[in-house]
C-alpha cells in the first residue's frame, strides 16, 4: 500500500490574494467575510490576505494571470456570483469564468481556489453566503490553505524510507 498526502488547513504565515467581483455584492461582501473569517481560524500567527475587486466575474480570471505573473502570493482565491437571469448570458460568463481559471490552474504552480456561486436565484445565493448552507467563501479559503499546503508537501523531495515532518503532511 502506498503513501497518502493531505495539505493540512493550517494557514501560519501564508499570503493569499482574493479576487472579488463587485457585481452582487450583496452576496460577494459575505463570501469576502468568510474567506477574511477561515485565514483567521486556521492561522496562529500573521497571514495576509489582500483583496482585489473587480467590475464582474468575467474579470476575475486576467486578474488572476496578472497576480500569478506578479508572484508574491501563495495562493489566489477567486469569489463571485453569477446568478441565473431571462436570457443566456448566464451560461456564457458561468462557462468563461470557470474555464478561465480552470485554464490557469493547470499550469499555475501557485494554487487557485474557485469560490463563483452558480445560482438560480439572489435567495439561493444568500444560502450560500452564509445562512442555510454555511459560507461558500470559507469554505473556499479552507480549500486554498489545504491546497497551498499539499504544494509544500509534493514539493517536498522524499527519499525512500524518509518521512515527512508532521506540520508539512500527513504520510500513512
Given at each position: 500500500?502506498?503513501?497518502?498526502?493531505?495539505?493540512k488547513c493550517v494557514a501560519d504565515g501564508i499570503r493569499?490574494?482574493?479576487?472579488?467581483?463587485?457585481?452582487?455584492?450583496?452576496?460577494?461582501?459575505?463570501?469576502?467575510?468568510?474567506?477574511?473569517?477561515?485565514?483567521?481560524?486556521?492561522?496562529?500567527?500573521?497571514?495576509?490576505?489582500?483583496?482585489?475587486?473587480?467590475?464582474?466575474?468575467?474579470?476575475?480570471?486576467?486578474?488572476?494571470?496578472?497576480?500569478?505573473?506578479?508572484?508574491?502570493?501563495?495562493g489566489v482565491l477567486a469569489l463571485g456570483c453569477l446568478?441565473?437571469?431571462?436570457?443566456?448570458?448566464?451560461?456564457?460568463?458561468?462557462?468563461?469564468?470557470?474555464?478561465g481559471l480552470g485554464s490557469l490552474a493547470t499550469v499555475?504552480?501557485?494554487?487557485?481556489?474557485?469560490?463563483?456561486?452558480?445560482?438560480?436565484?439572489?435567495?439561493?445565493?444568500?444560502?450560500?453566503?452564509?445562512?442555510?448552507?454555511?459560507?461558500?467563501?470559507?469554505?473556499?479559503?479552507?480549500?486554498?490553505?489545504?491546497?497551498?499546503?499539499?504544494?509544500?508537501?509534493?514539493?517536498?523531495?522524499?527519499?525512500?524510507?524518509?518521512?515527512?515532518?508532521?506540520?508539512?503532511?500527513?504520510?500513512?
Open positions: 500500500m502506498g503513501n497518502t498526502f493531505r495539505g493569499v490574494a482574493v479576487v472579488a467581483a463587485s457585481f452582487n455584492e450583496l452576496v460577494v461582501n459575505q463570501l469576502v467575510e468568510g474567506a477574511e473569517d477561515a485565514l483567521e481560524r486556521f492561522s496562529m500567527s500573521d497571514s495576509e490576505m489582500d483583496t482585489f475587486w473587480v467590475p464582474g466575474c468575467f474579470e476575475i480570471p486576467q486578474t488572476v494571470s496578472w497576480l500569478l505573473e506578479q508572484g508574491g502570493y501563495d446568478i441565473r437571469g431571462e436570457t443566456d448570458h448566464y451560461e456564457h460568463l458561468a462557462g468563461e469564468v470557470t474555464r499555475s504552480s501557485v494554487p487557485i481556489a474557485y469560490g463563483v456561486l452558480t445560482c438560480d436565484s439572489l435567495e439561493q445565493a444568500l444560502h450560500r453566503a452564509g445562512s442555510k448552507h454555511g459560507n461558500k467563501g470559507a469554505e473556499s479559503m479552507q480549500a486554498l490553505i489545504e491546497m497551498i499546503n499539499l504544494t509544500a508537501v509534493i514539493g517536498v523531495e522524499i527519499e525512500d524510507g524518509d518521512e515527512l515532518d508532521e506540520a508539512e503532511g500527513q504520510s500513512g
